[in-house]
């Protein structure tokens, strides 16, 4: 694999992190133990997984030309407020997703992320309420999966 999963974390939080009214951004080797309530909106972005497709070569196979896929996922999560009231999180969340949204579909022809080894990504994104150092915080979660050959 010519790309690094470190490169890959950078150049999507790099990308994303340009979106309007996020306050503050980090990579997998930036991470806080904390959030403070001045950064928020907060993007972290990490590794999740990798999985490895077996080279195969078989009449199926004849355009492959016996490349190995890795699909690797990444997440984005944007921290946008302590849970404390509901419809004004929700709408904060919202109007935050639809503009990583937008910087997400700037992503319409190659090099994605500005990254060449990165041949396709698809993205699922999830609301979520989650515990982060003893608070609870409205999020959404960006779900990548980025294929590398």
Not at 40 to 55: A, C, K, M, R, T
Not at 112 to 131: L, M, N, P, T
Request: glycine share 8%.
């Amino acid at each position: 694999m010519a790309v690094t999963i470190a490169e890959i974390c950078d150049a999507v939080e790099t990308t994303l992190s340009t979106g309007t009214g996020i306050v503050r951004h980090q990579s997998y080797d930036e991470l806080t133990e904390g959030i403070n309530a001045g950064d928020l909106p907060l993007l972290q972005v990490y590794f999740e997984s990798l999985g490895i497709d077996p080279e195969g070569r078989t009449d199926r196979s004849a355009f492959k030309g016996g490349l190995r896929y890795k699909p690797i996922t990444i997440h984005a999560d944007v921290y946008v407020s302590q849970l404390a009231h509901i419809g004004q999180g929700n709408k904060a969340l919202v109007d935050m997703v639809d503009t990583l949204i937008d910087k997400i579909e700037t992503q319409n022809e190659k090099p994605y992320f500005g990254e060449a080894d990165i041949k396709a990504f698809g993205v699922a994104i999830q609301r979520a309420v989650v515990k982060y150092a003893s608070a609870d915080y409205l999020m959404a979660r960006f779900t990548f999966i980025i294929w590398v050959y």
